[in-house]
């Protein structure tokens, strides 16, 4: 029995590290291949000038830099045992600070690209004014960063190598810190998504739903703009509720996991528990990418206007290295909804 015990915890020993070099590493693929595509789209002449673009633009930034930091260190030291955060305390601290604050900067940008959408198609004049304001968004995507940078920038002071590992001080600002992640990275986002989604998808089936009294001069445009509508509404429904299944599969065990930690970080555990822990910890901590990795590939399954804006840029490209002509940017009428 010993020996069988000790077998499935030397197994279960390679398991972590396995997952972070395989799963790790795809995600970083997947990922960089998708901040590309979002940056190449929003920044587009099409979109330069809708203010979700520009949310959704500085998503694709701050992901990337999510990605080709946070992630790659994590795969390094968690997956081919390269102490880069334990070693230097540079790295430790502007990685530690890095996953809380890409995280969360990343996430409050894509609420506010879906905010301005949803102030957009709402019936009141006034809430529609505060919709596509450009400058209002060029103003966002630098305040934001510092609103988070100040509530999380404690971690680039206390933060320290302590017995060749990175991380907080012992005591109440280690529990502090824990909880305040799991609230603001993980329990929050998922309610706040859930909510957005559920907002928008409403007031565009309002306005879908809304009846005119038809003349018999109009009928034919009118029924045009309730098939547009039904047609963004699908579009909204598709990516607001795949976002979402996905922010609650990603962001929700982890809160579960780190609680469990803190909960039961004294009491005593077996070799064989703690090896299968450890495995669980991984795979739960790699799956908060999985959210960034794949807002991609989320609208341009869900989205014909993503498509169709990927295509001309294919196009673009296919034609300039084929005769080396410059290529004027047509503007699409249709918009990413």
């Not at 959704?56 to 930034?61: D, N, P, R, T, Y």
Request: glycine share 4%; hydrophobic share 45%.
């Amino acid at each position: 029995m010993n020996n069988t015990t000790s077998v499935i915890s030397a197994s279960l020993l390679i398991a972590p590290y396995q997952l972070n070099i395989f799963f790790g590493s795809f995600l970083w693929i997947m990922g960089n291949f998708g901040c590309i595509g979002n940056m190449l789209v929003y920044r587009s002449r099409a979109f330069r000038k809708q203010s979700y673009a520009v949310y959704l633009f500085s998503v694709a930034v701050a992901d990337c830099h999510y990605f080709n930091f946070v992630l790659l260190t994590r795969i390094l030291q968690n997956g081919f045992r390269i102490p880069v955060m334990n070693r230097y305390l540079v790295i430790c601290k502007l990685r530690q600070f890095s996953t809380f604050w890409g995280n969360i900067v990343s996430f409050s940008l894509f609420s506010f690209a879906i905010i301005d959408r949803l102030l957009s198609v709402q019936r009141s004049n006034t809430y529609r004014q505060w919709s596509n304001r450009v400058s209002v968004a060029y103003k966002m995507i630098i305040l934001i960063p510092l609103f988070w940078l100040l509530l999380i920038g404690h971690r680039l002071i206390l933060y320290r190598i302590k017995n060749g590992v990175c991380g907080p001080p012992d005591g109440f600002y280690n529990d502090y810190d824990n909880y305040f992640q799991v609230i603001f990275s993980s329990l929050s986002s998922t309610v706040v998504m859930a909510i957005l989604a559920y907002l928008l998808i409403k007031s565009v089936r309002d306005i879908a739903n809304r009846r005119v009294v038809p003349m018999n001069s109009i009928s034919a445009n009118i029924s045009q703009k309730n098939s547009m509508l039904k047609d963004m509404d699908a579009q909204l429904t598709k990516m607001l509720v795949t976002e979402s299944i996905i922010a609650v599969i990603t962001y929700f065990p982890y809160a579960v996991q780190l609680t469990y930690s803190n909960i039961t970080q004294t009491w005593y555990k077996t070799p064989l528990q703690i090896a299968w822990e450890n495995v669980f910890i991984e795979l739960i901590h790699l799956l908060n990418y999985v959210f960034f990795a794949t807002s991609f590939y989320v609208s341009l399954i869900s989205n014909v206007g993503f498509r169709r804006k990927i295509k001309q840029l294919l196009k673009i490209n296919k034609h300039i290295q084929s005769d080396g002509q410059t290529i004027t940017f047509r503007r699409d009428a249709t918009m990413i909804q």
